[in-house]
């Protein structure tokens, strides 16, 4: 049996898979998840319970590629395999921010011995130095990272998006075809199933090709998504044709020649994109159109296998995403925050919130000064995890007042649907966290012809000009200023916590630009701090600061009496839209696991089959 859940707003679900897959009450009947009873429901609220799987489940923002993901669990794949069906079938059923012409990052953990080395992985992904290999030992099994985004094109300057007034021309930064950097995506999917996954990419992929041909009902997000995105959508013939006038909810939206470019990749991998058809119909496109993506920027695209950064928080190890990812500033925060008695001073309390604030603006100072691709800048990464830093970065926390930015000096944000994040937990224990992004939702808007695919806008997330601010008000440095062949500076940080003995615990990331790790961040924090279950974790009420502007977001459900102290100690706090969509999973201790979507995308009612 396998159960859908769906909350409030947006089309979320949470998919289990097989017999054992029941609402948690039911499951505490079957297998008592007894670490569960150690742990805090928020009180009354029926809703924020996890659900629990014997047979692994997948928590993604929208229901059908979640049971897309789940059929291929059933179907003896793993993890990675699970996280790959889903996210193949978000480019079809989620437009806004599942993707082919996008890039993002996969965390994933498997048990037992790699496969990797056998299937040639780690030579191809160290230089021929297996020794230097991307994975980390843990826990009796393996864990390592997927880098897939998107990268500079080789014609790509610093100074591209420059006007005659030197300013930033930001249609061109961000609507144009120059703001498409080389898609990641197809090969970061394929190498990770090929290296890691079970079962034949096709296999894999083919719940996503049959959505995307026999077309499934529109939600009501995806419809006011598409609305609300129209003005730009209009503006390119072939997305206004595939994507236009929006869809009303329920209308069947087919996809045929996304299923093509879909069964092309399904056939060759990720020749099938790089190469053939679908490469010609991209650069034929960028031709006529004014963008810099040529043949031989396709066919150099790599996805790499890195190793995860890891730190240990309160005797967790906690493996994330490492630059151009967002996972170094999460391991700041959390070093910053470990000495901190934040149970003590309490979830929601002013007396917590103002050091996270204060941590979060000088880890965002040091994440704008410092951090680009690692291939192309050197990034200090040991030193800005070091004690020596993290302790000279807490010293500067008055805990009476908030230090103003100026006397910091550094970067704002605005939240779209544009980037999505899935976890996976197998039968096995096995764990994948996947972030995917165009950038902006839809990306630039503009398709490739005769492919039915969007493309990026991910050349916005580099430095046009230092000191400027991008989409989310990063003001970032000349570290992630643009050159051919880098990768932008990320804030997805698909994230691993593992407990004490090293056993695989929690699958966890979100979308949200720059409050991607302070979502990250306060999910941790509830879970392993507070104790919250997994569910209340992911929707108790979030703040965030990134410095400049010079302000606390705060989500609807900050204690008013909170916000008067945080005003008290010189913050400005602003209520702010919802923020992530931090979509986890949590292996129990005694079998079986558990997953929460975030009710901040949620739709409709529970559904179970
Ligand atoms: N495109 C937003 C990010 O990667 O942080």
Redesign the pocket.
Known sequence: MSAVRRGAAGAVLLLLVGWGAVPLARAQAVAPPAALESNVLLEGEQRFRPQWSARGLVAAQEPLASAAGAAILRQGGNAVDGAVATAFALAVTLPQAGNLGGGGFLLLWLPGPSPARQRGCLVEASGGNPAAGPELAIGGGTAVAVNFRETAPAAATATMFLGPDGQVDRARATRSLLSTAVPGSVAGLALAQRCYGRLPLAQVMAPAIRLADQGFPVSRELSDSLAAAAPRLQADPVSRRLFLPPPVPGTRLRQGELAASLRRIAAEGERGFYTGPVADALVGAMERGGGLITHSDLRAYRAQLVRPLRREFRGHPVLTMPPPG?GLTLLQLLGILEPFDLAATGLNAAASLHPMAEAMNLAYRDRNALLGDPDQVPVPVERLLSPAHLDGLRRRIDPRRHTPAPALEAAAAREGT??THLSVADRQGGLAALTT?L?FPYGNGISVPGMGFLLNN?MD?FTALPGSANA?GLRQGTANAIAPGKR?????APTLVFRPDGRPWLATGSPG??R?ITTILQVLLNRMVHGLNLAGAVAAPRIHSQLWPERIDAEEGLSPDSRRLLEAMGHSVRRAPAMGAANSVEVLAEGGSLGTVDPRRAEGPAVAE
């Open positions: 967002g544009n980037t992004t950038n991910e997330d989310f932008p500076l990320s804030s997805m630009g720059s991607i």
